[in-house]
DNA sequence: GCCAAGGCAGCTA
DNA sequence: CTAGCTGCCTTGG
């Protein structure tokens, strides 16, 4: 639930709405739209996205059907069409690179916020599990509600919760559904056929003994290391043992 | 404030 | 090795 002190109490009624509508016509341009959102649509991978922004940033990405009513459930906030994307919308989009666009991302928890900054620096095409995150955001034991944090994710695909995958190496639910997240990292070239194959070998990270350093299989340093040099591991712990050290890059629990 | 419900993980049969 | 079962932690009702 979104708490915004500037709209205690509006239920907003379509006749405040209209009525602030027309308040905006003389008021100071900048006033109403501090109040309210702005929408497009635009493509992406996983089909139209229907996206609201405020004058703070991105506030809300939903895809498919219901987007004006999704976000009415969820923002007190009167919502109107814009006239074009907001800056660094479209390029975010296309590169998968966060801090190419500003998000609003006002009225959310300390932990989920925690949750959604650690998402934000998985790289495009690479993937970790939710266990990692939570190690990340000091609350290791706290994985389950990761997943509840992530599924309430306001701003899917600008912050990559897609690229949040189990441990077990099955991909995991998703806002708009796993085959969705599944052509999401397709489309970003992720190489989910290999990561099902080392899965069936209980292989979740690759350790090259040229450099004595152990990664996530998805990992850019993990994809360089040369076949005769490269060892897989069930567990950190396991590489450990074997004289590994977890990748500064990606961050394997240690 | 309590309870049930989650985008999970790890362990037990 | 897979299927289930049990713990864990945050939220929404």
Not at 89 to 98: D, F, H
Not at 129 to 139: D, H, K, M, Q, T
Request: proline letters at 8%; a positive charge.
């Amino acid at each position: 639930m979104t708490h915004d002190p500037l709209l205690e109490g509006t239920e907003a009624p379509d006749g405040l709405l209209a009525a602030l509508a027309g308040l905006a016509a003389d008021a100071p341009r900048g006033l109403f739209d501090r109040i309210a959102a702005r929408w497009v649509h635009v493509p992406s991978p996983i089909g139209e996205l229907g996206v609201a922004f405020t004058d703070q940033g991105v506030a809300y990405v939903h895809a498919g059907e219901g987007f004006a009513e999704a976000f009415r459930k969820r923002f007190a906030r009167p919502l109107l069409p814009a006239e074009r994307p907001p800056a660094g919308l479209l390029p975010a989009l296309r590169t998968g690179r966060p801090s190419k666009v500003r998000l609003d991302l006002r009225g959310l928890s300390d932990f989920q916020r925690d949750v959604l900054e650690a998402a934000r620096t998985i790289p495009r095409g690479e993937v970790r599990p939710y266990s990692w995150i939570a190690e990340r955001i000091g609350r290791p034991g706290a994985v389950r509600a990761v997943g509840t944090a992530l599924g309430r994710n306001p701003v899917p695909l600008l912050i990559p919760c897609h690229r949040v995958t189990r441990s077990d190496g099955v991909v995991g639910d998703y806002v708009f559904g796993s085959a969705a997240k599944e052509r999401l990292l397709l489309a970003e070239g992720a190489d989910l056929e290999r990561l099902r194959e080392l899965a069936g070998e209980r292989v979740f990270y690759l350790a090259s003994d040229t450099t004595g350093v152990v990664c996530f299989p998805t990992c850019h340093n993990a994809r360089r290391i040369t076949p005769r040099h490269r060892h897989g591991f069930r567990t950190v712990a396991q590489a450990a043992a074997a004289g590994y050290r977890p990748c500064r890059t990606c961050r394997p629990a240690a």
